[in-house]
């Protein structure tokens, strides 16, 4: 058995959920349940986001649902977002969520991706670029063992919060 010191106590100074639910099976509609509180049916997002699909019903949140975002910042809080956003527009700040928007994308690669230009910067070989034979929608990647940590988007997206959450002020 793994010993978790940090996260029982984590647990025993807060909430901790011993039974969860997903909204949806399918990645935006179950993200936006999250960051919204509503069943797919209440958010009407139904269907994974795409840019392509920008103003197709159901592909995106609509601009005035509120979110978790919108309510935290309407009460002075700093909200920010790393990783994937998927809700709405992927290259705007949005919903609340201003303070901080960094995402990679892995939808349309003619547009800007932070992680990639990282790699290119470091010399690190990119395992997500279909140019090196990674198409990420459909799990074919060159290979899975990614020894550098740098090119794990996981990583990437924790050392971005990191950066974000030590700026002078948050703390």
């Known amino acids: 058995m ?12 807060g909430v901790a959920f011993d039974n969860a639910y997903c909204a949806s099976p399918i990645c935006s509609p179950a ?7 509503r069943y ?12 392509k699909w920008e103003g197709i019903p159901g592909c995106s949140m609509a601009a005035g649902t ?24 992927d290259y705007q700040p949005n919903h609340g969520f201003t303070d901080y928007w960094v995402k990679y994308s892995y939808h ?29 929608q459909i799990g074919i990647f060159p290979y899975t063992d990614i020894a550098d940590p740098r090119q794990q988007r996981t990583s990437w997206v924790v050392d971005r919060a990191l950066e974000y959450l030590e700026r002078p002020g948050l703390g």
């Not at 993200?31 to 509180?37: D, I, L, P």
């Not at 690669?109 to 990420?136: K, M, T, V």
């Open 40 to 51: 797919p049916h209440g958010h009407r997002q139904d269907i994974d986001y795409t840019p």
């Open 108 to 136: 349309d690669l003619s547009l800007p991706d932070p992680h990639f230009a990282e790699l290119e910067q470091l010399g690190l070989f990119n395992p997500y670029d279909p140019a090196n034979g990674c198409i990420e």
């Open 2 to 13: 793994a010993r978790t010191p940090v996260l029982d106590r984590l647990a025993a100074e």
């Open 66 to 89: 509120a979110t978790i975002g919108d309510v935290l910042k309407g009460e002075g809080y700093a909200c920010a977002i790393a990783g994937v956003w998927h809700l709405a527009d």
């Open 31 to 37: 993200r936006a349940s999250w960051v919204t509180g």
